[in-house]
C-alpha cells in the first residue's frame, strides 16, 4: 500500500461546515507558505460554498483569493468542489458557462476538480469532466453515498467502473451526511480496489463519531487518499482531525511523510482563526458534539437543523418526531435520492408539507414537481408511479440530460453586465449568483473611485478600460 495521502479541508469544509464559510482570505495568507511545504496530496480551498460566501458576506473576489492562494503555493494541489452541471450554484447551467468556468478554474489556479451530482447520475457530471481533462485540471469524480435498498456495493462499484471510463484521474466516496461505518468502508474500499485503475478517495465527517474509525479501516482496505482538517476546526459537523491521523500512521506502512510539530505550528495560527470565528458567533459549540441522529434517520445534521427550523416558524415543533419518520417514506416514494443539495432540502420540506397539512402530497413544492419530471436528472430508483401522478399529473418526465434542453448561455450574461466587466471571470460570478455578484462589482467599484456604493450612478460613471 505504502504512504496515505492527505487532503487538508481546513481552507473549504471545515470552516464549511462548522462556520458558515466566514474564513476570509487575509486568514489564510499568514500560513499559506507553511501549507504548501507540509506535504499535502492537496488543499481543498475553494468550491462548495466558498464562492457565495466570498461574494455576499466577505466582499471578496472568488478568484482573486484563488489566485493569491495559487502564488502563495506553487507547490501543492489545489483542489475545489464542484456540483457537475450545477457549477457552484442550485440549478443547472448551459455546456458554455460550465466549459468557461472550469477553463478559468484552472487559469487562475485549480489543480484537483471533485466533480458529484446529487443524483449520481453521471450525465449531470460529464460536461465537467470532459472540461477539466480538455484544460488539464485532474479530474476526481465523486460518487454521494449513501443508503437505501437501491444503494447496495454493487451500485458503487458500478458507478465507480463508469467514471473511470469517463476519464476520472481519482474515484472519491463522498460521504457527505457520515453514514459509511468502518468495516463497510473496508469492504468497498476492497471492492473498488479491485474494480478500478484508479486511485480512490475518501471524504468524511465526524458528526456521529465514526470518521477515524472509518478511515482507519479504509486504509487498511487500501485507500490511497482521505480528507481530514486541521485540529482547531477539526471533527464534529467537519472532518477528522489530520494531527490525529498522521500521529497514528506514523511509523506504520501508511505512514503520510508529514511532521506532527510543523502542522502544530500552523494550527495555532489556525487557532487564532477558530477564535474570532466563535467571538463574531459563526462557530458554535453544538458543531463539534457527536450526535448520531444522522444514523437513526439518515438526515445529515444541516437537514436536520433545517427541518426543526421550519417546524419552529410554523410553531409546530411538536411535529418534529412525525416529520423524521415521513422523511424515508418521501424519499422512497421518489425513488430514494441521495440527501444531499439540494435533495436533502426538496425530500425535507415534502416531509415538512405532508405532515402539516394532515395529507400527504395535498401540497407540492415546484422543487418536488420538478425532481419528480426528471428535472435533476434520473432518480436511482423507481417512483412511486401513484405519488407522481398525484403531484404532477400528465406532466411529461423527461429521461434525457437535463441540460440538453439549455441553450448557450454565455452572451446573454455578458450583455447584461458588460457596464460591470473588469475581467472575464465576472461574467462566470453573475451567471452563478446574479443579485449578489452586482452587489459585489457596485462594491468592488466603489473601493477603486472610493465613493460610497449606495451614491454610485452607474449611467454617468467612467469606466476603466
Known amino acids: 500500500m505504502g504512504k496515505v495521502g492527505i487532503t487538508d479541508t481546513i481552507l473549504r469544509d471545515a470552516h464549511q461546515s462548522q462556520a458558515a464559510t466566514r474564513m476570509r482570505t487575509s486568514e489564510m495568507m499568514p500560513v499559506a507558505a507553511q501549507l504548501?511545504?507540509?506535504?499535502?496530496?492537496?488543499?481543498?480551498?475553494?468550491g462548495g460554498a466558498t464562492f457565495d460566501s466570498c461574494l455576499r458576506f466577505l466582499n471578496e473576489d472568488p478568484w482573486e483569493r484563488l489566485r493569491q492562494l495559487k502564488k502563495a503555493m506553487p507547490d501543492t494541489r489545489l483542489?475545489?468542489?464542484?456540483?457537475?452541471?450545477?457549477i457552484l450554484g442550485y440549478k443547472h447551467y448551459a455546456d458554455d458557462v460550465v466549459d468557461l468556468f472550469v477553463k478559468k478554474a484552472v487559469e487562475n489556479g485549480i489543480d484537483v476538480f471533485r466533480i458529484f451530482d446529487a443524483l449520481n447520475d453521471p450525465r449531470n457530471m460529464e460536461q465537467?469532466?470532459?472540461?477539466?481533462?480538455k484544460y488539464g485540471g485532474l479530474c476526481e469524480a465523486c460518487f454521494s453515498y449513501t443508503t437505501s435498498p437501491v444503494h447496495t456495493r454493487q451500485y458503487f462499484i458500478d458507478l465507480a467502473v463508469e467514471l473511470e471510463k469517463m476519464g476520472a484521474d481519482t474515484i472519491c466516496i463522498k460521504d457527505m451526511a457520515n453514514l459509511l461505518l468502518p468495516y463497510e468502508a473496508f469492504e468497498l474500499v476492497k471492492e473498488l480496489k479491485k474494480a478500478v485503475k484508479c486511485p480512490i478517495h475518501l471524504h468524511t465527517h465526524n458528526k456521529s463519531g465514526t470518521g477515524d474509525m472509518t478511515y482507519l479501516k479504509a486504509i487498511e482496505a487500501g485507500v490511497d487518499i482521505v480528507d481530514t482538517a486541521l485540529a482547531p476546526l477539526a471533527n464534529?459537523?467537519?472532518?477528522?482531525?489530520?494531527?490525529?491521523?498522521?500521529?497514528?500512521?506514523?511509523g506504520t506502512e501508511y505512514d503520510t511523510g508529514m511532521d506532527i510539530a510543523e502542522l502544530n505550528e500552523i494550527s495555532q495560527h489556525f487557532k487564532g482563526v477558530a477564535q474570532r470565528l466563535k467571538d463574531d458567533g459563526f462557530l458554535k459549540p453544538g458543531v463539534l458534539g457527536v450526535d448520531i441522529k444522522t444514523l437513526i434517520y439518515q438526515i445529515p445534521g444541516g437537514m436536520f437543523s433545517n427541518l426543526l427550523s421550519q417546524l419552529e416558524k410554523q410553531g409546530?415543533?411538536?411535529?418534529?418526531?412525525?416529520?423524521?419518520?415521513?422523511?424515508?417514506?418521501?424519499?422512497?416514494?421518489?425513488?430514494?435520492?441521495?440527501?444531499?443539495?439540494?435533495t436533502s432540502q426538496i425530500v425535507g420540506t415534502q416531509a415538512v408539507f405532508n405532515i402539516l397539512a394532515g395529507e400527504r402530497y395535498k401540497m407540492v413544492t415546484n422543487e418536488s414537481k420538478g425532481l419528480l419530471r426528471g428535472e435533476y436528472g434520473k432518480l436511482p430508483g423507481e417512483v412511486n408511479a401513484d405519488v407522481r401522478k398525484q403531484c404532477i399529473g400528465d406532466d411529461v418526465v423527461i429521461t434525457h440530460r437535463p441540460a440538453?434542453?439549455?441553450?448557450?448561455?454565455?452572451d446573454k450574461y455578458r450583455e447584461e453586465i458588460k457596464e460591470y466587466m473588469e475581467q472575464e471571470e465576472d461574467v462566470l460570478s453573475y451567471a452563478l449568483f446574479p443579485q449578489v455578484a452586482i452587489k459585489f462589482f457596485e462594491f468592488r467599484r466603489a473601493q477603486k473611485y472610493g465613493v460610497d456604493a449606495d451614491m454610485l450612478d452607474s449611467e454617468n460613471m467612467i469606466h476603466p478600460v
Open 36 to 46: 504548501n511545504a507540509a506535504g499535502y496530496w492537496s488543499l481543498e480551498m475553494w
Open 79 to 86: 483542489q475545489m468542489l464542484l456540483r457537475g452541471q450545477n
Open 128 to 133: 465537467a469532466m470532459k472540461a477539466t481533462k
Open 236 to 250: 464534529g459537523t467537519a472532518q477528522p482531525c489530520t494531527e490525529s491521523l498522521v500521529a497514528t500512521l506514523q
Open 316 to 342: 409546530a415543533s411538536d411535529k418534529l418526531d412525525e416529520v423524521l419518520a415521513e422523511v424515508p417514506r418521501v424519499r422512497e416514494d421518489f425513488g430514494y435520492p441521495p440527501l444531499v443539495t439540494p
Open 404 to 410: 440538453d434542453d439549455i441553450p448557450p448561455e454565455l
